[in-house]
């Protein structure tokens, strides 16, 4: 759900650690992180449509930031697209702060992506301090 690139996901998933949602036995949500010497990267953050909106994902972010900082990183950084309002406003709310932006990163993305009327292109990146 949270990146239409099949082939970018599988390229960090076998290095990652992931955290999972259940709801019923039934998986909600999941959050994916790396790490590169004393910084982590939440490369992935996704919660079925049916469960947004009650705090699963700041949870999941919550829970990758704690096990960032007990993992020795400094801070934690996230990407997500210009078109992302969501997404902005929630890892703002969990502590991150705006970096710096990749400039027409999403533009080789096989189809181009929409979201809010306005096509993702860029990719804004965020960082926490733990």
Known sequence: ????DK??????LDESTIFVAYNL??????????FEQDQAELK???VDESHQGRGIAKKLIFKAQDYAKESGSLSIKVGTGNS?????????K?????QYINEDY????PEPIFENGIR???????????
């Open 44 to 46: 992935n953050l996704a």
């Open 106 to 109: 999403f533009s080789g993305y």
């Open 120 to 130: 993702c292109l860029d990719m804004v990146v965020l960082c926490a301090k733990l």
């Open 1 to 4: 759900m949270a990146d239409p």
């Open 25 to 34: 036995n039934r998986l909600i949500g999941v959050a994916a992180i790396t």
């Open 7 to 12: 082939e970018a996901i599988a390229a960090y």
């Open 84 to 92: 992302s309002l969501s997404q902005l406003a929630l890892y703002q």
């Open 94 to 98: 969990c502590g991150f702060r705006m």
